[in-house]
């Protein structure tokens, strides 16, 4: 009894709290080769940042923010218990620096540093991170901090992690370098990789995050690479970083000996794009509806000269009606209506090459509230005098609306989006107006000229493609 009470003194908390997951998986097509405990949700610790990373590009990539825009160092991220950069409050860094110090050191401080830039709060952060992960399909996973620091209901599973390093490595290759870095500057100094053991150790390793608390024990999400084959394996609840290690190389092993050697790569669809709870409250896709309404209709003033002038208006309500009839208006004898010589103001002789004017349709009437109006109006034939109800031409189908598929970091970016999205979607977008809007944050792209259904088509066509969209009201 006294040995078994000497054995729970001596043995630390993170081995008899960390209960063990594993899953092994081909990168290049999802398989899954091996699992244990999978789905057993835990304690995730510092792999939660591989999440807090990835929507960091993906906020550069979409123009929210860029590598070189200067965070100030909030006292909520400052205070982050270790492994820190060792930000100071009120400090500013680039972002750049912070996600080196986030991906190789697995500094607490700067993946809050992270999440606040981006969305303004961590708490804010975290609900992105959470609707991110839902859409990547991690299913059993709920984020509440950036960095991973034990929390309650801060959990995740060996599946659910692997899914997440499988995004990382192919949704954004050109920043997957980072994770294999030995070491970096991380701008206030030069920091090691808290994985670099792992590393230098295992051929063809090259990633991806290490993760460590009391409650979680030792994890990692690994991947290695060897000649024409992908492999990651994740483990839960390591005892140590050296048992954690020769774990996670003997799932490596088993991996490559059960993935084939030939097959067709199939890279993870990209999750849907959320945007920032600054600038996007509810997701993508949200239409903004302008208060345009006119509060007072004016009445047009009158041509000078023109008080007595009959005014021509228009017949036909339904737009098409009104095209069909431009299109046959040449095919058919149009009658004019005749008006006494003397109402008739003096003609100049044409000159031979003016081009006769078109002649007035038949189903256009003189319409005038004045004197002179009911005097023309007893000169009219007696097939005119037999008048029709007019109104003017529908503008319910105006072309006032438009889209917005993003904002970039450059013009250049934002024009090669659009030439790309129209090439994509030239049903809907067909006529449209391409135009780069240069605001604060960055580029917009956006599509111009479109009717409110045309818009509304456009924008949930894209959307079904994983492309972010949202409407742009008249005005």
């Keep these: 009894m ?12 993170s081995v008899r709290a960390a209960p063990y997951a594993a899953m092994v998986m081909d990168a290049r097509t999802g398989e899954v080769l091996h699992s244990a405990n999978a789905d057993t949700r835990l304690h995730p610790a510092s792999l939660t940042k591989m999440m807090t990373l990835y929507i960091a590009f993906q906020a550069i990539e979409r123009g929210e923010i860029s590598l070189d825009t200067k965070v100030r160092v909030s006292r909520n991220a400052a205070a982050e218990p270790p492994s820190k950069l060792g930000l100071r409050a009120g400090q500013k860094i680039k972002l750049r620096y912070l996600i080196r110090a986030a991906a190789v050191k697995s500094a607490n401080d700067a993946a809050t540093a992270i999440g606040e830039a981006i969305s303004g709060s961590e708490a804010a952060f975290a609900r992105r991170m959470n609707r991110t992960a839902k859409s990547m399909g991690m299913t059993r996973t709920t984020f509440k901090n950036a960095n991973g620091l034990t929390r309650s209901g801060h959990l995740s599973t060996a599946r659910d992690m692997t899914i997440l ?36 150790q295992y ?45 996670v190389a ?3 092993d088993l991996g490559f000996r059960r993935a084939p050697s030939r097959v067709a790569l199939r890279k993870p669809s990209k999750p849907t794009y959320f945007g920032s709870d600054k600038s996007t409250k509810g997701g993508a896709g949200k239409t903004i509806r302008l208060v345009t309404a006119v509060k007072k209709s004016l009445r047009p003033q009158a041509r000078p000269g023109s008080a007595n002038a009959p005014v021509l208006v228009a017949v036909k309500d339904d737009i098409n009606d009104a095209l069909k009839e431009a299109l046959t208006e040449g095919k058919k004898p149009i009658a004019v209506a005749a008006l006494p010589k003397e109402d008739l103001p003096p003609v100049k002789q044409a000159d031979a090459k003016t081009p006769s004017p078109r002649m007035r349709p038949s189903n256009l009437v003189l319409a005038g509230t004045g004197k002179q109006d009911q005097e023309n109006e007893t000169t009219l034939t007696s097939e005119d005098q037999q008048r029709e109800v007019v109104t003017r031409l529908s503008t319910s189908g ?37 135009k780069v809007v240069n605001r ?10 479109l009717t409110r259904e045309k818009a509304d088509l456009a924008c949930r066509r894209l ?13």
């Design 398 to 434: 105006g072309r006032h609306w438009g889209i917005n598929v993003g904002r970039y970091p450059s013009h250049y970016a934002a024009e090669k989006v659009l030439v790309k999205t129209a090439l994509a979607e030239m049903a809907t977008l067909e006529g449209s107006l391409r």
């Design 2 to 13: 006294i040995a078994f009470m000497w054995l729970l003194v001596v043995v630390p908390v």
């Design 203 to 247: 051929r063809g390793a090259d990633g991806i995050k290490t993760g460590y608390t009391r409650a979680a024990g030792f994890n990692l999400v690994a991947s290695a690479e060897r000649g024409r084959e992908r492999v990651i394996a994740t483990v839960f609840g390591g005892r140590s970083t050296a048992t954690r290690n020769a774990k």
């Design 463 to 475: 959307q079904a493609r994983q492309t972010t969209c949202f409407m742009i009201g008249p005005g």
């Design 440 to 449: 604060k944050g960055g580029f917009d792209a956006n599509f111009m000229g």
């Design 165 to 200: 390093g499988r995004h990382v490595l192919y949704d954004y290759p050109q920043y997957y370098n980072l994770f294999s870095r030995q070491s970096t500057d991380a701008g206030m100094r030069t920091v090691n990789n808290t994985n670099r053991r792992f590393l230098q």
């Design 250 to 252: 003997e799932l490596l």
